[in-house]
Structure formats: structure tokens, C-alpha cells
């Protein structure tokens, strides 16, 4: 499976952003499909995921602001980021794989990676 990840930018706290991941599979009932963010110095963290069987989890800082969802036709992925805080400035990855639901926020269970799209919230 190959991953896509765009549409990170610069925006001011408070806005909002739609990021998209193209998959080169179809992932329904196969794959799941989720979002990891990096910041400088901070190791990679779990944000969002739509699970393979269409349940979605949220990490507790986003749980609330962001919504994680698909469009299965054409196999894409968005992560829309509504009341973006400075906190929330990192690369953020999508990623596919097929983690057992305890680790399904774990990064290391997760095979395929997307490039990274870089998203900066200025206070």
C-alpha cells in the first residue's frame, strides 16, 4: 500500500485545516488507516484512526477538534483539524497497517507510511 499525505500549511490558532491521504489500495475491511504527528524533539504520536472496520478512535488532545473520516470510492482518507492550537504544529504521517485493536494508536504496528505534510499553528 502506498500513502499520500497533503494538505498541511500555516495557519493562525483557531482556524482549520483538511488534511488528505491518497491510498494506492482500497483499505476498507483490509487496512487501517491513520494519523500520526511528529513535532521537533518529541517522538511520533498517535492522533486519529479509522479502523478496518470503520470504527474511529482520537488521541484525548484532539478528541473533540479533529475528525477522522473516508471516502472509500476513492480511496482517500481526511483528517479535518478544526480549533488548531500552536501544540498541534508537527509532520503528520498517515499510515496503514493491520494492528490488533490494543495497539492500534502504536506506530511501530503500522507497515505503511505516507511522506509527511508539515503543519504549522501560529499563535
Known amino acids: 500500500v502506498q500513502l499520500q499525505a497533503s494538505g498541511g500549511g500555516l495557519v493562525q490558532a483557531g482556524g482549520s485545516l483538511r488534511l488528505s491521504c491518497a491510498t494506492s489500495a482500497r483499505t476498507s475491511g483490509r487496512y487501517a488507516v491513520g494519523w500520526f504527528r511528529q513535532a521537533p524533539g518529541k517522538e511520533r504520536e498517535f492522533v486519529a484512526v479509522?479502523?478496518?472496520?470503520?470504527?474511529?478512535y482520537y488521541s484525548d488532545s484532539v478528541k473533540g477538534r479533529f475528525t477522522i473520516s473516508k471516502d472509500s470510492a476513492e480511496n482517500m482518507v481526511y483528517l479535518q483539524m478544526n480549533s488548531l492550537e500552536p501544540e498541534d504544529t508537527a509532520v503528520y504521517y498517515c499510515?496503514?497497517?493491520?494492528?490488533?485493536?490494543?495497539?492500534?494508536?502504536?506506530?511501530?504496528?503500522?507497515?505503511?507510511w505516507g511522506q509527511g505534510t508539515q503543519v504549522t499553528v501560529s499563535s
Open positions: 479509522n479502523s478496518w472496520s470503520d470504527h474511529r
Open positions: 499510515a496503514a497497517g493491520r494492528p490488533i485493536l490494543s495497539m492500534i494508536r502504536v506506530a511501530s504496528h503500522y507497515n505503511y
